[in-house]
């Protein structure tokens, strides 16, 4: 089974809530930053208390949402 286009997050958010994500790991990429970046992105996490995962992951689904807003409009 390959990872969906999701048309909304809802669709996204129901699709992870019913599968795990390790029957997807041929499918996933790994993301490389460099250490200045990692840095940066902890210390930012760090001050809002989050790990670093759960940052980036706020991050994505707000731009995914500020982007969405903008293309329907």
Do not use: C, G
């Not at 759960?54 to 500020?66: P, Y």
């Amino acid at each position: 089974m390959k990872i969906p286009e999701f048309k909304t997050i809802e669709d996204m958010a129901r699709f992870w809530d019913n599968h795990d994500i390790t029957d997807f790991e041929d499918q996933l990429i790994d993301v490389k930053l460099d250490s200045e970046q990692y840095e940066k992105l902890k210390k930012i996490a760090d001050q809002k208390k989050l790990n670093t995962i759960s940052l980036v992951n706020q991050w994505v689904t707000k731009q995914i949402e500020d982007e969405s807003n903008q293309l329907l409009r």
